[in-house]
């Protein structure tokens, strides 16, 4: 199965009955944001009195796990176990909404929620918080784990260890939880929990008798899964007396109250009426309301040290709640937890109204997709070929798919976003730094040769894991694509593990599609930045009938030139339909001409019957070829499709 | 005086055939095995014809056209039965043209006189391909002789009123090899000829043939000379091309009824599957309507309700003025600005098509305007291309 997985829930308590998950319509950020229901269930309205319980009975926990290991599952089974849902048998993880989602197999973000645990005669205050699974959000998944104090590592005991599973585990091992090893769906035929236990012992050092065997979806072995969390996680530390300190790790926008803060208490209480101040922007906020998701948003009287809640505080974007962040009580400043980084784009993308007349609207829809979602940057761009858009920066390619699908579906065919980039760099020989963002930013040959010292590009280390005999299938892939192989383990008898560098150029179009067909769907991959290195970049471009086409060009590694250059010229000759003329497609690199190809013009089109019965089913055809041309962009005289967009950087196998 | 009455076409379709050929899309059976009910077929399709024609009394019919199927395997004596029941419901016009299809198989040659007898005056017959090898292989049970012989006899039966079909295009045919097989049928050819690059229909038994790669066709290239060498070769011996797959050495000899769908004139079809364009006489709308496509239950409902209509839609104005643009612009006399306001509703021509690239179009060579008419007409270049350019200049 290929990780390219996003595993986060937006859960939403649903009239009292129903735990649903839920992405909804306002706009992609939801994908990685909750929605809740604004007014909680009946006789939930009054405010819950948790102070009674002390932080030694808190117990801040995760599931971290592989897409399909079970974690939705294992959630539901432990609320319905709490008595926080009640036990209809219908809370089933369902209901993805976005097509990116069914598609992919992943579910956007899951909701934080605290239960409570009656073990061995005492009450505990259980806050499971969940992350989102995906290495797109590598760093939202670390600052949710550094909320929490030990962490649940679930694995299906039929698949066994997979790299996103090798991710998380480091993720949280670095945030130095403790992992409660887990294996999930034992009981099913092909399982083989003996084996995933040896794995889970081989890479992560954990003694295979300490790992608890469950089935989620029975319900077999959950009533062990809390009583291990309580006995093997640390309560969380700080003090009562100290002043407030809070880590912020989630926010969602809420269309009533603005936005609304998920916070992990590290010393200190707050209140409602409180003022608190960002660490990060110095700007004060007043607390409006606290509270805990129980499962929706339950306000409390206050929350203390070592509890986990919900913040109201009149702050109006989502752009002032920067993830990670650390909050203090005015005029009481601590020091800010560390780990905390802006988002920061690491795959761009330029959208494009195919007709210009759309600008305004598109220009609506993107402000309207960004609200949520602060992590997309946007900035303005002018293309000669496709006129006024945008250039929009994701964190990765997975959270770019979710962003350009919910604009596909609200815009259909009218726009039109091009080949995915990586922010390379440019360094001056005066010491300063540029970012490409596109490659209409790279500095052409006098700029290159008076100022320039090096190119740089970003790289990530990558884990693939994968049964043996697609061992020299894979180390082929990873060298094709420049990778630099820095070690490879067995986890068990079988299946190997692949610790690679690739340039992040490399991995943000086909890459998981040559992963998933080479090795049969066995493989899987993750990956986390690794930096940049000097690179030796080159701009190619693509002139059509001599004229260059600012849309198609490309920056690439010197070493891709040649074979990208023919490539490149041969599927734009597949994609571009034959015209009344002759179309000469050129690439062209440091002044010289790589490859060329001619589409020949076209010698005849006319339907040759067409009597009585012919004339519905020609207009019909007319009307639908007259659809399929709106795709079309005009470059010149030359028509091209939406496709050739898109063949920058793809390559054949 | 009494005012100019408004032309209209019928058209009438045999749905039966003693054999099928693989490219053939229309709607068609194989004969069946207990034979045709011919009383039956021509009771429905009388019934059929008195229900529909009927409302536009008022106009004169132009033109019939048997097709099909294969309408020579209908009887004659029925056939002159519909033509004077139609001449009953509304006046055939003076010199109207009555067509019918046949094939050149022996059994049908034989009733040609007994055809014209019943008041057929223009034949057309299936030659398709002089090639034998190519004939077996698309289905046809006859030769290329054959295929002559008949055209000779129906010439001496209908002096100047005799048409045949030729298809290029067939698989492994090269160039050569179709201009030798043109040249002997313009030998034979009277005065109009209809010439198709064959046409891969989605399903026909062609169609499943190429995608299996069972077939492979000429090169779009190869097909795109044919037709030019075609256009060329019927020119050098005086038959002007008039529409992308039509010739005539006469402009009397062009087909009324075919001109009638380019144009954009009305027409009533009756029989299986058979389409109608027409305005509605009680209140001025533009129907196009279907009949049922399986014989069967066509007769059925024609025997119970009079008709055997399946779909009737009215067509929009946007409609109609899409359809007079793309019909027009298949023939070389292309469509004129009054022509358009005819079913425009006074919108003329360059009010309506995207003049910015009916410009570019005639300035490369593919459209002309003659301006003393006020035509819209493509050029023979043009016409070749004619489905491109008309993505572009219809709005």
Same mark, same amino acid.
């Given at each position: 199965?290929?990780?390219?997985?996003?595993?986060?829930?937006?859960?939403?308590?649903?009239?009292?009955?129903?735990?649903?998950?839920?992405?909804?319509?306002?706009?992609?950020?939801?994908?990685?944001?909750?929605?809740?229901?604004?007014?909680?269930?009946?006789?939930?309205?009054?405010?819950?009195?948790?102070?009674?319980?002390?932080?030694?009975?808190?117990?801040?926990?995760?599931?971290?796990?592989?897409i399909?290991?079970?974690?939705?599952?294992?959630?539901?089974?432990?609320?319905?176990?709490?008595?926080?849902?009640?036990?209809?048998?219908?809370?089933k993880?369902?209901?993805?909404?976005?097509?990116?989602?069914?598609?992919?197999?992943?579910?956007?973000?899951?909701?934080s929620?605290?239960?409570?645990?009656?073990?061995?005669g005492?009450?505990?205050?259980?806050?499971?918080?969940?992350?989102?699974?995906?290495?797109? &959000?590598?760093?939202?998944?670390?600052?949710?784990?550094?909320?929490?104090?030990?962490?649940?590592?679930?694995?299906?005991?039929?698949?066994?260890?997979?790299?996103?599973?090798?991710?998380?585990?480091y993720?949280?091992?670095g945030?130095?939880?403790?992992?409660?090893?887990?294996?999930?769906?034992?009981?099913?035929?092909?399982?083989?929990?003996e084996?995933?236990?040896?794995?889970?012992?081989?890479?992560?050092?954990?003694?295979?008798?300490?790992i608890?065997k469950?089935?989620?979806?029975?319900?077999?072995?959950?009533?062990?899964?809390?009583?291990?969390?309580?006995?093997?996680?640390?309560?969380?530390?700080?003090?009562?007396?100290?002043p407030?300190?809070?880590?912020?790790?989630?926010?969602?926008?809420?269309?009533?109250?603005?936005?609304?803060?998920?916070?992990?208490?590290?010393?200190?209480?707050?209140?409602?009426?409180?003022?608190?101040?960002?660490?990060?922007?110095?700007?004060?906020?007043?607390?409006?309301?606290?509270?805990?998701?129980?499962?929706?948003?339950?306000?409390?009287?206050?929350?203390?040290?070592?509890?986990?809640g919900?913040?109201?505080?009149?702050?109006?974007?989502?752009?002032?709640?920067?993830?990670?962040?650390?909050?203090?009580?005015?005029?009481?400043?601590?020091?800010?937890?560390?780990? &905390?980084?802006?988002?920061?784009?690491?795959?761009?993308?330029?959208?494009?109204?195919?007709?210009?007349?759309? &600008?305004?609207?598109?220009?609506?829809?993107?402000?309207?997709?960004?609200?949520?979602?602060?992590?997309?940057?946007?900035?303005?761009?002018?293309?000669?070929?496709?006129?006024?858009?945008?250039?929009?920066?994701?964190?990765?390619?997975?959270?770019?798919?979710?962003?350009?699908?919910?604009?596909?579906?609200?815009?259909?065919?009218?726009?039109?976003?091009?080949s995915?980039?990586?922010?390379?760099?440019?360094k001056?020989?005066?010491?300063?730094?540029?970012?490409?963002?596109?490659?209409?930013?790279?500095?052409?040959?006098?700029?290159?040769?008076?100022?320039?010292e090096?190119?740089?590009?970003?790289?990530?280390?990558?884990?693939?894991?994968?049964?043996? %005999?697609?061992?020299?299938?894979?180390?082929?892939?990873?060298?094709?694509?420049?990778?630099?192989?820095?070690?490879?383990?067995?986890?068990?008898?079988?299946?190997?593990?692949?610790?690679?560098r690739?340039?992040?150029?490399?991995?943000?179009?086909?890459?998981?599609?040559?992963?998933k067909?080479?090795?049969?769907?066995?493989?899987?991959?993750?990956?986390?930045?690794?930096?940049?290195?000097?690179?030796?970049?080159?701009?190619?471009?693509?002139?059509?009938?001599?004229?260059?086409?600012?849309?198609?060009?490309?920056?690439?590694?010197?070493?891709?030139?040649?074979?990208?250059?023919?490539?490149?010229?041969?599927?734009?000759?597949?994609v571009?339909?034959?015209?009344?003329?002759?179309?000469?497609?050129?690439?062209?690199?440091?002044?010289?001409?790589v490859?060329?190809?001619?589409?020949?013009?076209?010698?005849?089109?006319?339907?040759?019957?067409?009597?009585?019965?012919?004339?519905?089913?020609?207009?019909?055809?007319?009307?639908?070829?007259?659809?399929?041309?709106?795709r079309? %962009?005009?470059?010149?005289?030359?028509?091209?499709?939406?496709?050739?967009?898109?063949?920058?950087?793809?390559?054949?196998? | 005086?009494?005012?100019?009455?408004?032309?209209?076409?019928?058209?009438?379709?045999?749905?039966?055939?003693?054999?099928?050929?693989?490219?053939?899309?229309?709607?068609?059976?194989?004969?069946?095995?207990?034979?045709?009910?011919?009383?039956?077929?021509?009771?429905?399709?009388?019934?059929?014809?008195?229900?529909?024609?009927?409302?536009?009394?008022?106009?004169?019919?132009?033109?019939?056209?048997?097709?099909?199927?294969?309408?020579?395997?209908?009887?004659?004596?029925?056939?002159?039965?519909?033509?004077?029941?139609?001449?009953?419901?509304?006046?055939?016009?003076?010199?109207?043209?009555?067509?019918?299809?046949?094939?050149?198989?022996?059994?049908?040659?034989?009733?040609?006189?007994?055809?014209?007898?019943?008041?057929?005056?223009?034949?057309?017959?299936?030659?398709?391909?002089?090639?034998d090898?190519?004939?077996?292989?698309?289905?046809?049970?006859?030769?290329?002789?054959?295929?002559?012989?008949?055209?000779?006899?129906?010439?001496?039966?209908?002096?100047?009123?005799?048409?045949?079909?030729?298809?290029?295009?067939?698989?492994?045919?090269?160039?050569?090899?179709?201009?030798?097989?043109?040249?002997?049928?313009?030998?034979?050819?009277?005065?109009?000829?209809?010439?198709?690059?064959?046409?891969?229909?989605?399903?026909?038994?062609?169609?499943?043939?190429?995608?299996?790669?069972?077939?492979?066709?000429?090169?779009?290239?190869?097909?795109?000379?044919?037709?030019?060498?075609?256009?060329?070769?019927?020119?050098?011996?005086?038959?002007?091309?008039?529409?992308?797959?039509?010739?005539?050495?006469h402009?009397?000899?062009?087909?009324m009824?075919?001109?009638?769908?380019?144009?954009?004139?009305?027409?009533?079809?009756?029989?299986?599957?058979?389409?109608?364009?027409?305005?509605?006489?009680?209140?001025?709308?533009?129907?196009?309507?279907?009949?049922?496509?399986?014989?069967?239950?066509?007769?059925?409902?024609?025997?119970?309700?009079?008709?055997?209509?399946?779909?009737?839609?009215?067509?929009?104005?946007?409609?109609?003025?899409?359809?007079?643009?793309?019909?027009?612009?298949?023939?070389?006399?292309?469509?004129?600005?009054?022509?358009?306001?005819?079913?425009?509703?006074?919108?003329?021509?360059?009010?309506?098509?995207?003049?910015?690239?009916?410009?570019?179009?005639?300035?490369?060579?593919h459209?002309?305007?003659?301006?003393?008419?006020?035509?819209?007409?493509?050029?023979?270049?043009?016409?070749?291309?004619?489905?491109?350019?008309?993505?572009?200049?219809?709005?």
């Amino acid at each position: 199965m290929l990780q390219m997985r996003l595993a986060c829930t937006a859960w939403r308590w649903h009239t009292g009955t129903q735990w649903i998950r839920h992405c909804p319509a306002t706009g992609l950020s939801s994908c990685f944001r909750r929605t809740y229901v604004a007014y909680p269930a009946e006789g939930k309205r009054g405010e819950l009195d948790i102070s009674a319980i002390p932080p030694e009975r808190i117990r801040n926990f995760s599931i971290i796990a592989h897409i399909d290991h079970g974690k939705s599952t294992l959630a539901d089974r432990l609320l319905e176990l709490t008595g926080v849902i009640s036990k209809t048998g219908k809370n089933k993880q369902v209901l993805d909404k976005l097509k990116v989602e069914r598609e992919r197999g992943i579910t956007v973000k899951a909701q934080s929620v605290s239960m409570f645990y009656e073990h061995k005669g005492q009450r505990y205050l259980m806050n499971l918080i969940d992350t989102p699974g995906h290495v797109d &959000f590598s760093y939202e998944v670390s600052r949710s784990l550094a909320a929490c104090q030990g962490t649940i590592l679930l694995v299906d005991a039929a698949q066994g260890i997979q790299a996103q599973t090798v991710a998380n585990f480091y993720l949280a091992f670095g945030e130095g939880l403790s992992v409660i090893p887990m294996l999930n769906k034992v009981d099913l035929p092909t399982a083989e929990p003996e084996r995933a236990a040896k794995q889970i012992e081989s890479a992560f050092e954990i003694e295979a008798d300490r790992i608890l065997k469950i089935s989620a979806k029975t319900g077999l072995g959950v009533e062990q899964v809390l009583p291990a969390v309580i006995e093997q996680t640390p309560p969380p530390s700080g003090s009562e007396d100290k002043p407030f300190k809070a880590l912020l790790f989630d926010t969602w926008y809420d269309t009533y109250v603005g936005v609304v803060c998920l916070m992990a208490v590290k010393d200190g209480s707050i209140r409602r009426g409180d003022k608190i101040v960002s660490s990060h922007s110095g700007t004060k906020y007043e607390v409006m309301e606290v509270g805990v998701m129980h499962p929706e948003q339950t306000p409390t009287t206050q929350l203390r040290v070592g509890q986990v809640g919900y913040i109201v505080c009149n702050m109006k974007s989502i752009a002032e709640a920067h993830v990670g962040d650390t909050f203090y009580r005015d005029k009481f400043p601590v020091e800010a937890l560390p780990g &905390f980084v802006p988002a920061k784009s690491m795959v761009f993308a330029g959208v494009f109204p195919i007709d210009a007349g759309e &600008f305004d609207r598109l220009n609506e829809s993107i402000q309207k997709l960004t609200l949520n979602d602060s992590s997309v940057s946007v900035h303005k761009e002018t293309s000669a070929a496709l006129g006024q858009g945008w250039r929009l920066g994701f964190l990765g390619t997975l959270h770019m798919d979710v962003f350009r699908q919910r604009l596909e579906e609200e815009y259909d065919t009218n726009i039109l976003i091009t080949s995915p980039t990586v922010p390379y760099q440019i360094k001056y020989r005066d010491g300063t730094f540029k970012f490409i963002r596109t490659p209409a930013d790279f500095p052409d040959a006098n700029v290159m040769n008076d100022y320039v010292e090096s190119t740089m590009e970003p790289f990530v280390t990558s884990t693939l894991i994968f049964p043996e %005999k697609y061992l020299g299938s894979m180390l082929e892939l990873c060298t094709a694509h420049r990778g630099e192989l820095q070690n490879h383990t067995f986890i068990d008898e079988s299946r190997v593990m692949l610790k690679c560098r690739l340039p992040m150029a490399e991995i943000v179009t086909d890459f998981f599609d040559k992963l998933k067909s080479k090795s049969q769907g066995f493989a899987s991959f993750d990956y986390e930045e690794a930096g940049y290195d000097a690179s030796d970049l080159v701009k190619m471009e693509v002139l059509l009938n001599g004229e260059a086409v600012d849309a198609l060009a490309a920056v690439m590694h010197k070493s891709s030139v040649v074979v990208a250059g023919r490539e490149i010229a041969s599927r734009l000759k597949d994609v571009i339909r034959r015209q009344l003329f002759d179309i000469i497609i050129q690439t062209t690199a440091n002044g010289k001409i790589v490859a060329r190809e001619t589409v020949k013009q076209l010698r005849k089109n006319v339907t040759a019957k067409c009597y009585g019965g012919d004339i519905t089913r020609k207009m019909k055809l007319l009307n639908k070829q007259k659809e399929g041309k709106k795709r079309l %962009k005009r470059i010149g005289k030359v028509d091209l499709p939406h496709e050739a967009f898109l063949t920058i950087v793809k390559r054949a196998e | 005086m009494a005012a100019a009455r408004v032309p209209l076409s019928l058209y009438v379709h045999w749905p039966y055939c003693s054999f099928l050929c693989k490219f053939c899309a229309f709607s068609k059976a194989r004969v069946p095995s207990q034979g045709v009910d011919h009383e039956r077929i021509t009771n429905a399709l009388l019934k059929e014809l008195r229900t529909c024609l009927a409302p536009h009394k008022d106009k004169e019919l132009r033109s019939i056209y048997f097709g099909g199927g294969t309408p020579s395997l209908s009887l004659p004596r029925n056939i002159e039965r519909i033509i004077s029941e139609a001449n009953k419901l509304v006046p055939l016009a003076p010199g109207a043209e009555v067509t019918l299809e046949s094939n050149p198989t022996l059994a049908e040659v034989t009733k040609m006189r007994d055809f014209k007898l019943a008041g057929v005056n223009r034949y057309s017959i299936g030659i398709q391909t002089l090639n034998d090898d190519s004939l077996r292989k698309m289905g046809r049970l006859h030769t290329g002789a054959e295929g002559l012989a008949a055209v000779d006899r129906a010439k001496a039966l209908f002096p100047g009123r005799v048409t045949f079909d030729m298809i290029f295009g067939f698989e492994s045919q090269t160039l050569r090899q179709w201009q030798e097989e043109l040249k002997t049928a313009l030998d034979h050819a009277d005065r109009h000829l209809s010439i198709y690059q064959l046409t891969v229909e989605p399903g026909t038994p062609l169609f499943r043939d190429q995608r299996a790669q069972r077939v492979v066709l000429p090169s779009d290239d190869v097909q795109a000379r044919m037709y030019e060498m075609t256009v060329d070769m019927c020119l050098a011996r005086g038959f002007r091309h008039y529409e992308v797959s039509s010739y005539a050495s006469h402009p009397s000899a062009e087909s009324m009824h075919n001109k009638g769908y380019w144009r954009g004139q009305q027409w009533v079809g009756i029989g299986p599957s058979a389409h109608s364009r027409f305005t509605d006489p009680t209140n001025r709308q533009r129907i196009s309507s279907v009949r049922i496509p399986d014989t069967q239950r066509w007769a059925q409902q024609c025997e119970r309700a009079g008709h055997g209509t399946g779909k009737e839609f009215v067509v929009s104005d946007a409609e109609a003025k899409q359809e007079a643009v793309v019909f027009g612009l298949r023939m070389l006399e292309g469509i004129s600005d009054e022509g358009f306001m005819g079913v425009s509703g006074g919108q003329s021509l360059t009010g309506y098509l995207c003049m910015a690239r009916v410009q570019h179009y005639i300035d490369e060579g593919h459209l002309s305007w003659h301006a003393p008419t006020a035509c819209l007409a493509p050029t023979e270049r043009g016409l070749q291309v004619i489905d491109t350019i008309l993505l572009e200049i219809i709005p």
